[in-house]
């Protein structure tokens, strides 16, 4: 994976609370069996006008957007279901990072298996990011993972914090699997205890099947 | 020091711990089903590796799969007949344990969990699945995951996982005549609003908890993730055992009795420390039922559709005008004034026969409305064979709705059944979100007599006036 050091580029917002993977990526668009090329769903009520008249107004519609690489939204952004499709098609879209009030626990996991950010900052700092996208849109942002911060225009840096593992597996660019997969011993040795301890839990594939 | 049911079930499963505050988590099952996890399997394969352990991860196609047709004949819709064949296909590669479409046990995967035994108390289980917290009401801590963790559990049996905060909500007294498990769901979110739990897991406690049947906590445990809440959990009881026993996936003989013996001290100690305690009522709840496009946005069936300017916040105050603009619906009108067009009685929230027949009890008392369309889908084969057996399909088609084919249906509606454009449904599902039941559509989310009362009235109405 990519690993994610220090980002440069502009931002667009879509301020509303309580952004759902529902809104980010409708069901509909669930059957595939891809996780890449989904970029064109991200937001497809909102941005198509089959489905939305005003689309024309939705903020990733609007040129002076175009290739902006950091997302800036409310409250439990990304709640609802689990479906990674909504991460893997707001990297597609080419968002790097996502700047939130607040993260469903599930969406905000799924972003770092994908080498994206998402950074949590005060509610004063994301009205304040927004609205600099806003009213001077072509602003650089900078997210500096190394140092945890947040800067753009006047603004900054914002401090941000994020736990040590996840910072890590971004900055080096881990696969997590592979990690995990290195302490074999350590599993096979608590699978021998716990298993021992409650044995109910073993399951073989010809019993009760 | 007396530790809560929660931290007892996660420091059992501890792998190891990591200076950094994060833990390698042992996962007891998997769940696995079409949409979320073929992506998975690809990159196992991409990369060489294989399941650890098979036998631990259970797989059913439930989304994609229609509720109408024959189940021996393959799929029509092209996309989700590729995602089904892919899972089973995926299955057989990797000699995972696999419920056919044509398999009378086949369901919505949080249906066929308990219902086979596979889900168990004191146990972790994952599924790519948001409402995997259903598991949560046998004392298992249970919760969603993305397909890059999906991932992860095939190849390793292990999650790295951080540990989540406890939040108590403790609920006393008796629940009224026509207030359901699902009433008290709804009513919980409200109080929570939805992130009020996030980062937390919900332990649910109280004699109304207690008192719950096995389908009731289910229905408590699945809508916790619409506060946000990382898992929800009922401690393990008789009422668990009962219902567990027997079940073709759970021990028998001496591990059932070493099993029962440990799981019943699978309970949070006496003053064991909760971040946060919220207490609930129940003997003052009425019939519930959504206005908005969240699941906390709702309130008892006697009430109105709020105003805006009576909200406490400005953010509160936007939301709802949101809401009330994408769902057509004019600030004060009464809730009972709410026609609707479309009925769904189904979902993993509730489609178990106690969900049914609760619905069927009110559907005896009368017909669907004029220019009503009501279905009934059942959680699982087996679910819909037992309601059938007890006449509950005749009481509902003689009524007039539809009796479908087990799976996820109109809450998702990704399997041709879905709410059109502008429609007004009466849903027992879990997410009214603009657009979750089809684009446009309006979802008011109640229980299953609430359901079926609406279904007969052509509008919403208190299932009081029909008990």
Redo the contacts between chains.
Sequence with gaps: MEPFTILRSRAVSVL???I?T??LF???F??????TGLGQYLFA?ERYPE?NPAAADFPLNQPEHAGAQILVSG??FG??????HA?WALNDYGFRCIVAE?F????Y??CF??GMLPVVLPREDVDALAELTRTSPGTEFTVDLFEQTVTAGELGPLRFSI???RR?MLLEGLD???L??A??A??EA??TS?FR?????V???TT?? | MPRTLYEKIWE??V??E?P???A?L?I?RHLAYE??S??AF??LRT?G?TV?R???TLAVAD??VPTLGCRSQPLT?P??R??VE?LQANCAEF?I?YIPVSDERQGIVHVIGPEQ?FT?P??TIVC???HTSTHGAFGALAF??????V??VL????L?Q?R?KNLRVQIDGELPRGVAAKDLALAIMAKLG??GA??HVVEYCGSTVESLSMEGRMTLCNMS?EA?A?AGLVAPDETTFAWLKGR??A?KGS??D??VK?WSTLRSDEGAHFDRTVAIDASSLAPWVTWGT?PSQGGGVTGRVPRPEDATSE?DAA?IS?ALSYMNLEPGTPLTDIRIDRVFIGSCTNSRLEDLRAAAAVARKGRVADGVRAIVVPGSGLVRRAAEEEGLDRIFQQAGFEWRLPGCSMC???NGDQVEPGMRCASTSN?N????QG??ARTHLMSPAMAAAAALAGRITDVRDYL
């Design positions: 509303l609370d309580d759902d529902d809104m409708p069901a509909q669930c059957k595939t069996l891809e996780t009520r489905y409250r439990n709640c609802g279901s689990s479906r990674e991460v607040s469903s626990d599930i969406l996991a799924n298996k994908n736990e040590p593992h890590h997590e699997v592979g995990t997969l302490r074999a350590a599993i608590y699978e716990h301890d409650q044995p109910w839990l399951r073989s594939q009760a099947d | 059992s499963h792998v190891e990591r950094d505050g994060s390698l042992y007891d949409i979320t073929p992506q690809a990159a990369a590796r650890r098979p036998e631990l989304h994609g819709d996309g989700s590729m995602q892919t000699g344990t035994g168990l004191g146990a790519g699945d948001s969603g995951i993305g397909t890059s963790e991932e992860h190849a390793t049996q292990t790295v951080v989540s939805p992130h996030t980062g993730i946000g990382r073709p996936m021990p591990h059932w070493a099993a440990f969240r953010a939301a949101r998702v509606a990704v997410r979100f603009e657009g979750r684009p446009g």
